[in-house]
């Protein structure tokens, strides 16, 4: 039996990893610093502090973390303001899902992203919590995102359903004891290793049905 379903928010609502790619490596050009290779792939999960940090510590970006961070978030938030990316199917999916069981949101964006987006997508009071990585002790692939959400939910972790695209994400739902449903990312598949945590894998929002969740 279903107690809740979790959405991630970038990759899975929407199509978000482009853009901060984007951002982080116009902030990094800007300091006149090179991008590292495998920099885009260890981002992904990272919290607000985690990244900043890695901007600023490990590639070199002049300025305090916290400053980065602000400045690559503001322009996150005017990026959105001017087109919100949804990926196809995620309304319905939000709107389908919270038809039949509580609604959480584990996010590694900042807070005011996930306001910024839930807000302009009309979605804010589908979701009955939304936590942000900043938030809890530690970033994704940790557990602690999910294991905060699930506590505010009062849900058992055992039957709450996470919906996933990123190898950290995918970690981090599977680490906190969740059934994990991954739609892998086209532009930034998952690790194989990280998907085989899945207990369904589909190609799109559309497949997430409420026989499928109820199904797990």
Known sequence: MTDAVVFDLDGVLVDSEPLWDDVRRSVVAAAGKAWPTDATRALQGMSTPEWSAYLT????????????????IDEMVARYRERLPLLPGAVDAVHRLASHWPL?????SPRRLIDTVLDSAHLTDRFQVTVSTEEVGAGKPSPAVYNEVVRRLGADSSRVVAIEDSSNGLRSASAARLLVIAVPNASYPPQDDALALADVVVHSLDEVTTTLVAGL
């Open 104 to 108: 959480g949101l584990a996010s590694s």
């Open 57 to 72: 510590d490990v590639v070199g970006v002049p300025g305090r973390a916290d400053e980065v961070a602000a400045g690559v």
